[in-house]
């Protein structure tokens, strides 16, 4: 399976639903992204039940912007619409492989508990 691209109006769809989706932002200018990109390529292969998808920044500047994203490659994870990982720089398969089964291990109900107490918590302060 291959990536798909993103743009500012499919972003919202694509990671907000139930299941797993990970974001690759990248620039074809940027040599570690190159290089991260057979890695991730093998990753969608091996992980069919997953969404491999890409969001070039030069071309979605300000999609890019919106996440804060100041270093290339950076990938972040989205798990039933909630940022689970976001993190710059070119993993090594095993590394990502090892991001994929941290997400797929998740207790959700739990994270959503935590995000809650975050935001009850910033609302009384």
Excluded: N
């Amino acid at each position: 399976m291959s990536s798909i691209e993103l743009t500012l109006d499919s972003f919202p769809h694509a990671v907000s639903g139930e299941g797993i989706v990970l974001v690759d932002f990248w620039a074809a200018w940027c040599g570690p992204c190159r290089a991260f990109a057979p890695v991730y390529e093998s990753a969608s292969a091996a992980h069919p039940d997953l969404v491999f998808a890409k969001v070039d920044t030069d071309a979605e500047q300000q999609l890019a912007a919106g996440f804060r994203i100041t270093s290339i490659p950076t990938l972040m994870v989205f798990r039933d619409g909630v940022i689970v990982y976001s993190q710059p720089g070119a993993l090594s398969g095993p590394q990502l492989d090892q991001v994929i089964e941290g997400a797929r291990a998740l207790d959700m109900e739990e994270v959503r508990r935590r995000i809650a107490e975050q935001q009850a918590d910033g609302a009384s302060a």
